[in-house]
């Protein structure tokens, strides 16, 4: 797909490998943009700035097509902060056109009620990304963002957009778990998605606010426990071994 779409140096020929049954690609993850309005201190992927090689808006679409034409059915856009590059609205209008279903993950500030709208009518899910009270959330995406992406989560609730809210796991609101999935059903969210913080990126000087491994995973599936039937419960980590009812997934963008 990338040697077709011309995003490969050389030739633009590449060595076809023979497998002994046919695969499909299925799902795939397009990064916008590097480009982000907030500036956590966890961020794996050092988002703030655009890369200057970022692909320009005619091969994003480019590349959509492509994806479609390999079979892909689920297409997730994320950055950075997709709702930072304007194109966001053609590439999911394309890939709906194609019969994509198409999951969107932002931080949930950029949101207004016009973006609302168009993300629930494009989207079949928009995961966005709080990680408690303004107390704990503040300390790590900054100052005033929990107020902006609480806007921003109920106008994408009014709109009838499946909401999941995302939170990064860390010693700054472990202990708030409980009471903020109560506020979350309280809100309209569907489901509540978290990870525990990981150690790189920028989320290296925060390793200390890592919790343990053990702790972690036993806390998780006793709130699964006690929230089951009243919000849906996700978690990154395939390490953890809750009740076939939650959802285990690989990635763990927060």
Known sequence: VLAQAGMLEGSGQCEAKAYPERRTLESASLYLTKACNLRCKYCFAGAGTADRDELDD??????????????????????????????????????????????????????????????????????????????????????????????????????????????VVSRKNFHLLDDFIAFLVREGVARFHCSNLQPCGRGREEASLRVPLLEYAKHMVALAERWSGKIGMEFAENYLRPPRRIRKLNCGVG
């Open 58 to 167: 005619a091969a994003l679409l480019k590349l959509v097509q492509g994806l479609h034409q390999t079979g892909v059915t689920t297409l997730t856009l994320l950055g950075g902060e997709p709702l930072a590059r304007p194109v966001w609205k053609d590439v999911a209008s394309l890939a709906g056109k194609l019969g994509m279903r198409l999951i969107l993950l932002t931080n949930g500030t950029l949101v207004t009620p016009d973006k609302a709208d168009d993300i629930a009518a494009l989207f079949h899910m928009v995961q966005v990304s709080l990680d408690g009270p303004a107390s704990a959330n503040d300390h790590f995406r900054g100052k005033g963002s929990h107020a902006k992406t609480m806007r921003g989560i109920r106008e994408l609730v009014r709109a009838g957009a499946d909401v999941t809210v995302s939170s």
